[in-house]
Each structure stands twice: as structure tokens, then as C-alpha cells.
């Protein structure tokens, strides 16, 4: 049996080793026609990942409020600023929406006592939308109801400028 060291092996090229010119640009332009046609459908992902994300913050941050009213015996209110995309109050913690995500709601103050109760009249609905193109992506909706305070979510199919829970359809 031979045993091998390092001065019975040889190292040589093997010239047909690897892969030729030709080979690398056809790999190169394969890649690149993917990578184009694969971009706009990413894009959209994307977008409405941040919707669904910027919906369900807010869910919480809603939920929150209600839970801390029962939990504190206390009145709890929720400010919805359109204009800022932010939702604050007395008792929540303040979600993180993304800047790409716009918000417009039908009643800017959502108060839950301390039954859970929502305390101001009319539904509240928030709807999240894709600021750049509302049209072109998904857009969703968070409807609180009155007198109950049932948060509920779904897909919003109106128009984003004058949101109405009779547009918000339940998934």
C-alpha cells in the first residue's frame, strides 16, 4: 500500500476543471431575468406584511386599552392622530406603524370604561392602507363596536378617504 505525504503528491491544473466564459454569462443572465421577475411580487409582499403588521400593533394597543380599564376600574382613552399615523392614550403602550402605512379613521377617540365598554357613540373604524398606492395593495380595517367594545378585523374594500365599518368585511 502507498502512503501518501507531501512529497509524493503532485499538484497540477487540470485545464478542463471549471466552468468556461460562456457558462458563467448564461448562469448571469438566468439570474438576472429571475431576479427581475421575481422584484414586483416581493415588492407587494412586502407592503402588505407592513399593513397586516401596522393592523395588528394596533389590535393590540386597542386590546390593551380595553383590558387596563376593566383591570384598573378606570376609564381608558385612545387618541387615533390620522395625520401623524399615531395611536396614544393613558393606559397603552404606543404601536409602532410603519411610516410606509397610512391610517384614516371615522372617529379619532375610542374610550373604553371600566366594563370594557367602548363609551363614545358610533363604531370607530381604522382603516391601514399602502400611503404611496392604496389601491394597488391590501388594505385592512379595525372596527370597534358600540357599545360592546368588540374589536373586530378584516379586509377593507371602500374608499380609503371616508372609512365606514359597512366596508370592513370580517376574515
Not at 438576472?32 to 427581475?36: K, S
Given at each position: 500500500m502507498q502512503h501518501l505525504n507531501a512529497k509524493t503528491q503532485k499538484n497540477y491544473f487540470d485545464p478542463t476543471a471549471g466552468f468556461t466564459v460562456l457558462e458563467m454569462i448564461?448562469?448571469?443572465v438566468i439570474v438576472?431575468?429571475?431576479?427581475?421577475v421575481s422584484t414586483p411580487s416581493l415588492?407587494?409582499?412586502?407592503?402588505?406584511?407592513?399593513?397586516?403588521?401596522?393592523?395588528?400593533e394596533s389590535k393590540g394597543a386597542l386590546q390593551q386599552a380595553r383590558e387596563e380599564a376593566v383591570r384598573r376600574s378606570d376609564t381608558c382613552?385612545?387618541?387615533?392622530?390620522?395625520?401623524?399615523?399615531?395611536i396614544t392614550g393613558n393606559c397603552i403602550f404606543q404601536p409602532d406603524i410603519s411610516s410606509r402605512v397610512g391610517l384614516n379613521t371615522t372617529n379619532g377617540n375610542i374610550s373604553f370604561s371600566f366594563r370594557g365598554t367602548n363609551t363614545l357613540g358610533g363604531a370607530g373604524t381604522i382603516v391601514f392602507f399602502v400611503e404611496d398606492a392604496p389601491d394597488n395593495y391590501d388594505k385592512k380595517c379595525l372596527v370597534v363596536s358600540t357599545p360592546l367594545g368588540i374589536i373586530r378585523t378584516g379586509d377593507y374594500t371602500g374608499d380609503v378617504a371616508s372609512p365606514t365599518s359597512e366596508n370592513c368585511t370580517t376574515n
Open positions: 448564461i448562469v448571469s438576472g431575468i429571475m431576479a427581475a415588492l407587494s409582499w412586502y407592503n402588505n406584511v407592513q399593513v397586516k403588521n401596522a393592523l395588528a382613552n385612545t387618541q387615533i392622530d390620522d395625520s401623524n399615523n399615531k
